[in-house]
């Protein structure tokens, strides 16, 4: 990746079903893993109707991570966030995609910026776990994009220790 090569743009989209619990867990016994104290039942929707849904881009023009919910721009400068895309960029992988021209060396996806945005079909803060969909699709699609090579559950242990969710910050305008 040097300064004279062509600009580009890789793109990646993830979409996650919602759930809704039946059973739901009352506190944490661990607040940095996010182990809940008792366990809890819940039920996956169907994704055609109930999902989020996130398209995340990379590009050496990107000068820094930016993310946009719902069509507003939010920070990333929790530290949930960062060890979201932090865990994800170590486990990134070579990308050689020939249809486009584009060569990503795994050491190439410390310095290259994403952009991200995510869209949730379905109301925010309704009890429909919002922020559990959206972490998950977060971190399938940021993955699919970096080529990682982590199964579904590593996924899911990096996507649950990830944002913590503000009810505020995520409201769609209605």
Known sequence: ???????????????????????????????????????????????????????????????SDRMWLNGKEISLSGGRFQSCLREIRKRARDVDNEKKGIKIKKEDWEKLHVHIASYNNFPTAAGLASSAAGLACLVFTLGKLMNVNEDYGELSSIASRGLEVHAAVYMVDL
């Open 1 to 63: 990746m040097g300064a004279t090569e062509p600009q580009w743009v890789l793109m990646a989209t993830g979409r996650s079903p919602t759930n809704i619990a039946v059973i739901k867990y009352w506190g944490k016994r661990d607040e940095a893993l996010i182990l809940p104290v008792n366990d809890s039942i819940s039920v996956t929707l169907d994704p055609d109707h109930l999902s989020a849904t996130t398209t995340v881009a990379a590009s050496p023009a990107f000068p």
